[in-house]
């Protein structure tokens, strides 16, 4: 009888700490030419981002973020390894990342995270070398190729196929502690998203809708074809904004959602005309450099607007030290703890 007690405790012992051990998760989400002030939360008027509104008002919204650098591969390499341009030397279309240059995946995985990446932008990914480090990385150029990216609006996988394949990935994984990855691409050009967000936006408009304009030469369209330009950008964004919900409604069902870390920013926003140049390129104006930045996290006060100066390296050095990971060689300040007294966006 004495045996049979000491053996019901020490098993009610192993069932009750396998049950109070919780799995860790952060998530660090990209989205492709998103511009902060298209967004509700930052004050657009039109209706793009209702479910990143949701999460900005229990987030802390930052105003002042910039990119490294103004297109994808310099500028998520930075995000990827928390150094400028110039230091991780990723910035033209045929460089890749050396493999002398340590990133934010490797340290986080030396650190006991595993670490995961589904990537919908190749330059954001395997194209340029980025995924030195991830025990798992998908993207359009190893995985995702055309014949199996499902339906698509831009030519690229959707935010929503990218975030069901994370989550069945994420379902089978049995990893305690988990970095994710993710890096959708509705928004990018050409703008596209399914009819009934583009006739939400367009408004009646019947005329030639430019998809992806003239990047500098001779494009000084009608007001009202350029009005159409932007809408359908902005319904590109709102149909990238539910997958965002997706997303959201995901890590709550599977109750990761209160205790994780999730920073939802931009690679690069884009330009609509303004300065007489459209999409993104190597132009520093801030509707190519200027980011969100969207942090839901232990120790980020719901609601708190912060005004400080932010940039893409402050991302993966935070997101480094909130893993327990190293911070040796990153020139970038703890979001917690530092303020940036400059930042650097160069190509």
Request: glycine letters at 8%; a positive charge; proline letters at 5%.
């Amino acid at each position: 009888m004495l045996r049979l007690l000491v053996f019901l405790a020490v098993s009610f012992g192993v069932v009750f700490s396998a049950q109070a051990k919780e799995r860790e998760l952060m998530v660090l989400v990209l989205i492709d030419a998103l511009r902060p002030d298209h967004m509700g939360a930052y004050g657009y008027d039109k209706p793009t981002t209702p479910e990143l509104d949701k999460l900005a008002a229990i987030s802390t919204r930052y105003t002042r973020v910039y990119a490294n650098a103004p297109w994808t591969r310099p500028s998520t390499a930075s995000f990827l390894t928390g150094l400028n341009a110039s230091r991780h030397r990723t910035e033209t279309s045929k460089q890749k990342l050396p493999q002398d240059i340590t990133t934010l995946a490797e340290r986080l995985k030396k650190a006991g995270w595993t670490t995961a990446g589904f990537v919908a932008n190749g330059n954001g990914g395997s194209l340029a070398k980025l995924q030195k480090g991830f025990d798992v990385f998908r993207d359009p150029t190893n995985t995702y190729t055309k014949k199996k990216r499902g339906k698509t609006y831009n030519g690229l996988p959707t935010g929503h196929f990218l975030v069901d394949k994370a989550f069945q990935w994420l379902d089978q994984d049995k990893s305690d502690k988990v970095f994710l990855f993710l890096f959708t691409v509705d928004p990018h050009d050409p703008y596209s998203a399914p009819k009934h967000l583009e006739k939400q936006f367009l408004k009646g408009y019947k005329g030639k809708i430019t998809r992806s304009p003239i990047w500098e030469y001779k494009n000084n369209y009608p007001p009202e074809r350029r009005k159409a330009t932007i809408a359908v950008y902005d319904a590109s964004i709102r149909y990238g904004d539910e997958a965002m919900g997706k997303l959201i409604e995901g890590l709550k069902k599977r109750n990761l959602f209160d205790k994780s870390t999730l920073m939802i920013t931009s690679d690069h926003g884009e330009g609509m005309g303004e300065h007489g140049f459209y999409m993104h390129a190597h132009h520093f104006w801030d509707e190519v450099v200027k980011i969100p930045l969207l942090v839901k996290a232990p120790g980020f006060t719901p609601g708190k607007v912060d005004e400080r100066l932010t940039q893409s390296l402050d991302v993966a050095k935070t997101l480094a030290a909130l893993g327990g990971a190293s911070t040796k060689g990153m020139p970038g300040y703890h979001l917690l703890k530092e303020e940036a007294p400059h930042v650097i966006s160069e190509y």
